[in-house]
Structure formats: C-alpha cells, structure tokens
C-alpha cells in the first residue's frame, strides 16, 4: 500500500479543523495543522505601540484628523483586521492511495485549496 501526502490551505482554522475530523474519520491518523503567517507585520506594520505613528508636523493637520486615542484604535483595528486576513492554515495528511480521491473530496468541501 502506497502512501501520498496532501497539503491543503485554508483561511480559517475551523475549516481545517473540520477537515482534519473528517480525515480522521476516514482511519487517516497522520494529519497536522500548521498556522502561517503573511509576516509583514500587519497593517502598515503596526506593532500595538501608540507612539508609534509618529505622524511628523502635526501644524499641517486639522484637530478632527488628528486625535491620538481615535489613531490608536483605528490602527490597532486595521492591524487586527490585516493580521486576520494574512493568516493562513495548513493541513498535512499522509493518506494510503486507496482513500486518496475521499481525503482530497473532504478537504475541498471544507474549503481547502490543495497544493
């Protein structure tokens, strides 16, 4: 009995998670998740720090564009927002030949895009 290894992504982890139970269920035990990430940092490479939009001369801006708390949260939820949307999972299975067309039907109705 051959062996074939299948690697799928996905956006969300419950999708591959999903699709890992599924695998199992079909007696393939060799299956691991992986989380990537894009590793840009997010948005604009917002690191949490509020000084760190250091937005140069301030003279140059009107009071409604310009209010640290206000910036600090639109940051904080673009890097979330951006963070999020970079992530990516990876499921690995080793699979035997003979499941191989089930285990790759499973993973693409879970949402997985294979390799």
Do not use: C
Not at 4 to 11: D, Q, R, S
Not at 62 to 79: D, E, F, I, W
């Amino acid at each position: 009995m051959q062996t074939i290894e299948i690697k799928a992504n996905f956006t969300r982890s419950a999708d591959a998670e999903a699709a890992q139970n599924k695998l199992r269920a079909l007696r393939i035990e060799n299956t691991a998740i992986n989380e990537n990430t894009a590793g840009d940092g997010g948005f604009l490479g917002y690191n949490g720090d509020p000084a760190w939009f250091n937005l140069g001369n301030l003279s140059t801006m009107s009071m409604m564009s310009y209010s640290p708390s206000m910036m600090t949260g639109l940051y904080a939820a673009g890097y979330n927002a951006m963070n999020e949307a970079s992530r990516d999972f990876q499921l690995t299975a080793v699979v035997p030949d003979s499941v191989y067309h089930q285990a790759k039907m499973v993973i693409e109705a879970a949402g997985g895009s294979l390799q």
